[in-house]
C-alpha cells in the first residue's frame, strides 16, 4: 500500500503528513529527527502498511510550512509534544504506538512519560532516555565531545553558518553515516524553504527541560542504537535501561551511526514489527 500525503489541520497549523496501511490498523506514529523530514520513514511506512498497521509520519512542527511559527517558544517541547498528541486525537486513536529518531525520540520518550495510557508502545532510535542523556553527559567525557553540536546551534549565527556552501557541513555528517544522496537532496530542500532552518535550530534553542528529572518509562520500550553513533556514546546508551521500568529491549546495530534508519531500513522494519506485535492495543 502506498503512502498518501496529506495535510492536517492542527490547532492554528498545517502539517504535511504522510500515511499509510489500513484505517483500521493499530495506529504508528513516526516523529523525525534533525535535519531529516517524514522521508526517513517511507520504507518503515511501507513495511508497517503491509504488516496491517496504519503509520502516520508528519513533518513536525518548523517542517511543515503551514507550521513554522518564528519565535524560539514556540518550539519548545510541550508544544511539540502536544502537536503529536493532537494529531493522534485526529485520528481517533485512543492508544498508538510511538517511533522516533533524534529529536523524534527525545519527544517519544517525554510522550511516553506524560502519557502512558495513550502509548502503547515506544520504539527510540539513537536517542537515550534524558535522563540517560543528562548522567552520560556529566560522567563521560566524550559524550560532551559528542553534543557540542547542541551549544552551537543556538549561537545567533548558526543558521548562517549551517546554510554555506549548500549545506556543505551538515551534508558531509549525514553521507558519512550512510544517508543517500537524493535523501539528502530533500531534506536540504525543505531546510531551503524560508524559515525553516530557524525553525530547526529553534528546537534547539527553546530546549530547557532539566533532563535528569524525567521519571522512569512504564510502558514496553525498544531502544536501538549504532555502534557508530557519532552523537550519543555507548555509556548513555547503556545507561538507558535504568530509567525504564516497563519490559526493556536494547538492540545495539554493529557498525550502525546515528542515522541507523537510513542505513538498515530493513533490519529497523524487522525489530520494529516484531516489537509493536508484543503488544495489542
Known amino acids: 500500500m502506498e503512502a498518501q500525503t496529506e495535510t492536517w489541520t492542527i490547532g492554528e497549523f498545517h502539517f504535511t503528513v504522510d500515511t499509510a496501511g489500513p ?15 517524514r522521508r526517513m520513514w517511507r520504507y518503515q511506512l511501507h513495511a508497517l502498511a503491509a504488516a496491517g498497521f496504519r503509520g502516520v509520519a508528519p513533518d513536525q512542527r518548523g517542517y511543515s510550512p503551514g507550521a513554522r511559527p518564528t519565535s524560539v517558544e514556540s518550539y519548545a517541547c510541550d508544544r511539540l509534544t502536544a502537536d503529536a498528541i493532537a494529531m493522534m486525537d485526529r485520528c481517533g486513536a485512543r492508544r498508538f504506538h510511538l517511533v522516533g529518531h533524534d529529536w523524534g525520540g527525545q519527544l517519544a520518550w517525554l510522550l511516553a512519560v506524560a502519557h502512558p495510557d495513550r502509548v502503547a508502545t515506544l520504539t527510540t532510535l539513537s536517542r537515550p532516555h534524558p535522563a540517560a542523556f543528562a548522567r552520560a553527559m556529566a560522567e563521560d567525557p566524550e559524550q560532551a565531545g559528542r553534543s557540542r553540536h547542541h551549544a552551537a546551534f543556538r549561537q545567533p549565527d548558526a543558521a548562517e553558518r549551517l546554510r554555506q556552501d549548500d549545506f556543505k557541513l551538515l551534508r558531509a555528517g549525514l553521507e558519512r553515516e550512510g544517508v543517500a544522496r537524493a535523501d539528502l537532496d530533500t531534506y536540504f530542500h525543505t531546510l531551503s524553504e524560508p524559515g525553516a532552518l530557524e525553525a530547526a535550530i529553534n528546537w534547539y534553542r527553546a530546549s530547557n527541560i532539566a533532563f535528569a528529572e524525567i521519571p522512569l518509562v512504564s510502558v514496553p520500550t525498544l531502544y536501538i542504537w549504532g555502534t557508530a553513533d557519532a552523537t550519543v556514546g555507548r555509556r548513555a546508551a547503556e545507561l538507558t535501561e535504568q530509567f525504564v521500568s516497563g519490559p526493556y529491549r536494547f538492540v545495539p546495530i554493529e557498525g550502525g551511526g546515528h542515522f541507523i534508519v537510513d542505513q538498515f531500513p530493513e533490519r529497523i522494519a524487522e525489530l520494529l514489527i516484531a516489537h509493536l506485535r508484543s503488544t495489542s492495543l
Open 23 to 37: 484505517a483500521s490498523g493499530p495506529p504508528v506514529l513516526l516523529l523525525h529527527g534533525f535535519p531529516e523530514t
